[in-house]
């Protein structure tokens, strides 16, 4: 009977994982940016002219949004990748990241998309937490991205969903 109990919690522990991860697939994006659509969908989105890829099928625009928030904190830009003027990532840049705001969003992700796929902290004062649906990806990282020591008010993060049809035809297309 125990081991009968035991094996119905491990099933009913990766069935709700599961459910989880089939939300992320199923929000297909975040707020009212879904992957697959067109830039001319939005408006108030600026071309980044400064954007890093030199694909020229890829082109990065940004928003400085003065209302959204995850977990009461306050998201500073949104940058949206399109690969042939389709949303293929999005990326939302949180400035001041403190460790304690990051465990409220990680929470707040917990609770949305279920346990990361992979979570780790390292040494250097970098947390990165993954999830990984069927057709959406899911990174949460915190860190110091300029080069130089960590310095805890120079932290900042950022959440990225990305397409994986459309991030996998970005990678491999020849330019």
């Given at each position: 009977?125990?081991?009968?109990?035991?094996?119905?919690?491990?099933?009913?522990s990766?069935?709700?994982?599961?459910?989880?991860?089939?939300?992320?697939?199923?929000?297909?994006?975040?707020?009212?940016?879904?992957?697959?659509?067109a830039?001319?969908?939005?408006?108030?989105?600026?071309?980044?002219?400064?954007?890093?890829?030199?694909?020229?099928?890829?082109?990065?625009y940004?928003?400085?949004p003065?209302?959204?928030?995850i977990a009461?904190?306050?998201?500073?830009?949104?940058?949206?990748?399109?690969y042939?003027?389709?949303?293929?990532?999005?990326?939302?840049i949180?400035?001041d990241?403190?460790?304690?705001?990051?465990?409220?969003?990680?929470?707040?992700?917990?609770?949305?998309?279920?346990?990361?796929?992979s979570?780790?902290?390292?040494?250097?004062?970098?947390?990165?937490?993954?999830?990984?649906?069927n057709?959406?990806?899911?990174?949460?990282?915190?860190?110091?991205?300029?080069?130089?020591?960590?310095?805890?008010e120079?932290?900042g993060?950022?959440i990225n969903?990305?397409?994986?049809?459309?991030?996998?035809?970005?990678?491999?297309?020849?330019?």
């Amino acid at each position: 009977m125990k081991q009968i109990f035991t094996i119905f919690i491990i099933l009913t522990s990766f069935f709700v994982n599961a459910q989880d991860l089939m939300q992320l697939d199923k929000n297909n994006g975040f707020k009212n940016f879904k992957f697959g659509t067109a830039h001319k969908n939005y408006s108030n989105i600026i071309l980044d002219k400064d954007q890093i890829s030199k694909n020229p099928y890829v082109k990065v625009y940004y928003l400085n949004p003065s209302n959204i928030y995850i977990a009461n904190i306050k998201i500073n830009t949104i940058r949206l990748a399109f690969y042939k003027d389709k949303l293929a990532m999005i990326q939302l840049i949180i400035n001041d990241y403190p460790k304690y705001n990051f465990d409220n969003i990680q929470n707040s992700l917990n609770s949305s998309f279920g346990k990361p796929k992979s979570i780790e902290t390292t040494g250097e004062g970098y947390n990165i937490a993954f999830w990984l649906g069927n057709k959406v990806e899911l990174y949460h990282m915190r860190g110091d991205f300029r080069e130089g020591y960590v310095i805890e008010e120079n932290i900042g993060g950022f959440i990225n969903f990305a397409d994986l049809k459309l991030k996998q035809e970005m990678n491999n297309s020849e330019f």
